[in-house]
């Protein structure tokens, strides 16, 4: 069984705030103003409702948060959340992976956020203009991360089975053969559970004669 990736990228960026960032917010490296925050906060949770509230102190927690690392190292970090939205971005447009109207109206949001570049940080700040799509992408993405991965599986499924089916597989080729993956090892889990009950009644057998000189 897959267990999906609750953050885009390790480590996480650190929301709830963390106590040794929240005492340099005051030298937070940016600053948005409260409309621009309260928009994010309200796109954040129309994409996940479980995520945790954003503020200006956790803005000014997550951008110390980056400027505590080695200016060769920030880029890097917000690099591996933000190439995710390709991954996003492919499997929105993809016809053989077709989603349901609630996940591609999310996916559209993230991907209209990130296409702006007037957003909360914008693009052109130095070092900082790409934080709060990594932030946003971060906060959603435990919405999209079950769909992702079935997504890669499905990506892999397709190269191998192309040949096999003669035509470009779709979703449901996949579901239908994942489906029959999963009867197979149910069956192959039964198999094994009665053929070891079988050994066990028959050691005790064996154990009887042994100790008794006659079974039972």
Do not use: K
């Not at 940016?30 to 309260?38: G, K, N, S």
Request: charged share 30%; proline share 9%; with cysteine.
């Amino acid at each position: 069984m897959r267990h999906p990736a609750p953050t885009p990228s390790i480590p996480s960026i650190p929301l709830p705030r963390e106590r040794n960032f929240l005492r340099r917010a005051g030298n937070s490296p940016v600053h948005p103003d409260e409309d621009a925050i309260t928009r994010f906060d309200t796109l954040v949770h129309e994409l996940n409702r479980d995520a945790p509230r954003i503020d200006a102190e956790a803005i000014a927690s997550v951008s110390c948060w980056l400027e505590s690392h080695p200016p060769e190292q920030r880029q890097q970090l917000l690099r591996a959340r933000l190439d995710r939205i390709a991954e996003l971005e492919a499997m929105r447009r993809d016809a053989d992976w077709p989603l349901d109207p609630a996940q591609q109206r999310r996916i559209d949001l993230v991907l209209d956020y990130v296409a702006s570049a007037d957003d909360l940080i914008p693009d052109d700040t130095p070092t900082y203009g790409f934080l709060d799509d990594a932030l946003l992408l971060e906060l959603a993405w435990p919405v999209f991360a079950e769909d992702v991965d079935d997504y890669r599986d499905f990506c892999q499924f397709r190269e191998e089975a192309a040949e096999t089916l003669g035509r470009p597989p779709h979703q449901l080729d996949w579901l239908r053969a994942r489906a029959e993956e999963g009867a197979l090892w149910e069956h192959m889990h039964r198999v094994h559970d009665h053929a070891y009950v079988e050994q066990r009644a028959w050691s005790r057998v064996f154990r009887v004669t042994s100790s008794a000189g006659v079974p039972e």
